[in-house]
């Protein structure tokens, strides 16, 4: 199916980006294949699928948890179909409700600064605008990949003044802001938070000048695979993204596609449940998704894990 290995292929290359657009693309793939499949063949298809997209980035507990849903409700292809287009509802709200929250804690007449491409984190300073509040926003290039432009692009397009800077220059723009807000990719179980690389280095500046920092995050960001032991997958990317090697000779070049920020950095996540320290936010995402689903998210962890080896 070649639709199915481009969607495939555009998660793992990071040809989309945001972890919220990355659970609606592996749903597109899921939703195709169940087309595509009558009843006999559907499970086998879809599971194949499946561990297929979880393999593509470790670092997507959202994705994960997407796809552990569909695979509650394999009875039948009607029953299939009607789930994705339960969750995609989800999604939605939950963002709705996300930005509602945090546009309330975006200062009027303020200075924000920003790093990689969230959709979440966007649609907080969309609202934010809608409500009327003025504000600049401060948007990182984000290198290698230059996520900041997209963001830049959104943000210019919702109305909304950007000043665009490199990564290298955020300690000495964050003197001059009143929040930072990123979005996440994953929050572990004793709530650090999962980002694009340079995101704890920005929070560890954001602390020396006090700045409030604030990551903007449903709940399916929480990673239960780390409530059992394993520890949250950092994923290196081809070195060429940095530097082509060959420039190089005998140079080791790394590209670390994220850092981990520890929770006494970061002064609330912004989530549709509710705004809450990230000491707090794992026991409440908990207890509102229930042990048996975090559980069924570790067993598609642990099956990707095994077959990619």
């Known amino acids: 199916m070649d639709e199915v290995d481009k969607i495939i292929d555009d998660i793992r290359a990071l040809r989309v980006q945001g972890a919220r657009n990355v659970a609606l693309a592996a749903l597109r793939a899921v939703r195709i294949v169940a087309d595509r499949s009558n009843d006999d063949l559907l499970r086998d298809n879809v599971k194949s699928v ?32 009607r789930a994705i287009d339960r969750y995609e509802d989800e999604l939605r709200e939950s963002e709705t409700k996300i930005a509602e929250y945090g546009a309330h804690r975006i200062p009027d007449g303020g200075t924000i600064i920003t790093h ?12 934010a605008k809608e409500l009327g509040k003025e504000f600049r926003v401060i948007v990182t290039e984000t290198r290698p990949l230059y996520q900041g432009k997209l963001t830049a692009k959104d943000l210019l397009a919702a109305g ?70 394993y520890p949250e997958l950092i994923e290196e990317r081809d070195p060429s993204e940095v530097i082509d090697p060959s420039e190089l000779p005998g140079a080791e070049i790394r590209n670390p596609a994220f850092d981990v920020t520890p929770p006494e950095l970061v002064d609330g996540i912004i989530s549709e449940i509710g705004i809450y320290s990230p000491q707090i936010f794992p026991a409440m995402v908990a207890q509102t998704k229930g042990v048996s689903d975090l559980e069924e998210v570790i067993a598609l962890f642990r099956l990707a894990k095994e077959r990619g080896k």
């Open 50 to 81: 499946v561990i297929r997209l979880a393999k593509t980035r470790p670092t997507e507990p959202a994705m994960r948890d997407a796809l552990t849903y569909v695979l509650r409700h394999l009875s039948s292809k009607e029953e299939l179909l």
């Open 160 to 229: 909304i003044p950007v000043t665009y800077v490199v990564d290298s220059a955020a300690y000495l723009f964050m003197k001059d802001a009143d929040l930072y807000i990123t979005g996440s990719d994953a929050i572990t179980s004793d709530g650090y938070v999962v980002n694009k690389i340079g995101t704890a280095l920005m929070a560890a500046a954001a602390e020396r000048f006090n700045v409030p920092y604030y990551v903007a995050a449903s709940t399916l960001k929480y990673d239960p695979v780390t409530a059992a032991g």
């Open 116 to 127: 990689c491409h969230s959709t979440t984190a966007i649609n907080v300073l969309r609202r």
